[in-house]
């Protein structure tokens, strides 16, 4: 079977992409004339280029059974407002028409928990919770949030759709990296002074690979699945890396008040002046919130493996540091 993925270079493309390979699958996935194709080395990929918002999408799935639509805009910078809209809406109603027209079978779109929002006071919640979009905070989460009613729309015109919602991976392959990879990164390099008290889910990259592979063959479509497994503080995920890694994890827990504010003056003000803002608002506003989430459904659903949260902390220290990223300032 044949299966075509767009983000296929990206942290979760990269390990769905060898997952498939190992499990007989062969692999076509998009990739921008501009994408780093290092996580491709010494794979068996067909590779094309285009962009999610081709006209001519269609004409490269043909031949493909079954769709994987990985790819997306992350950006928690106000600047990119337009282009998370363009990338995540826009791109994945284009990629869904696509499939349609090239006759793919079944879809797994990845979406994300940032869609489904937050529960009230730091609150554990599941598929059946949805925040109001104009409670989701930043223009991220909405974009995703409205990624996801295009989705539902071409389920409503007879397509097979099935959705993932993947919380916070970890492990190897993190290229850019990922937020929760900087986190680990940061620690790394010793820049991590203090925390602030938020809370996330977290889960091993390759149960993620396996979630999406797994809502393949036995998702329902139209229906959701939380990718997730273990919800921590920031301060136990440090925790758990000063055990992994020797290294000391901070002490001193700041208020948020205080990246609020360089947050604030970093994007309104120092960047309109052109210099490049190192915090963004959207990001620290987000940490004003517990984002647990209850990974239950897919589970038993779809038999998601819950591998060990420290295990993956480990092989994402060790790929940082073999690739030399963790020493990159």
Sequence with gaps: MKAFVTGGSGFIG???VRLLLEQGYA???????????????????????????DSHLSELMVGCEVLFHVAAHYSLWQKDRDLLYKNNVLGTRNVLEA???????????TSSVAAIGVGVDGAVVDESYQSPLEKLVGDYKKSKFLAEQEAMKAVSLGQDVVIVNPTSPI??????????????????????????????????????AWGHLLALERG????????GNENLSLRELLELLEEVTGLAAPKFRIPVCLPLTVAWVDECILERLGKRPDVPLDGVRMSQQRMFYDAYKAVRELGLPQSSIRVALED?????????????F
């Design 14 to 16: 990269a390990n769905l």
């Design 171 to 208: 492990g190897p392959w993190d290229i850019k990296p990922t937020p929760t990879g900087d986190i680990i990164v940061r620690f790394l390099r010793r820049q991590m002074p203090a925390y602030v008290d938020t809370g996330l889910n977290f889960i091993d990259v390759r149960d993620v």
């Design 99 to 109: 499939a349609r027209r090239a006759k793919v079978d079944r879809v797994v779109y």
């Design 220 to 227: 329902r479509g139209g229906d959701r699945y939380i990718l």
């Design 27 to 53: 692999v076509r996935s998009l990739v921008r004339p501009t994408s780093r194709l290092d996580n491709f080395r010494g794979l068996d990929v067909e590779v094309v280029v285009g962009d999610l918002n």
């Design 316 to 328: 994402a220290v060790n790929w940082f540091r073999a690739t030399g990223i963790c020493s990159k």
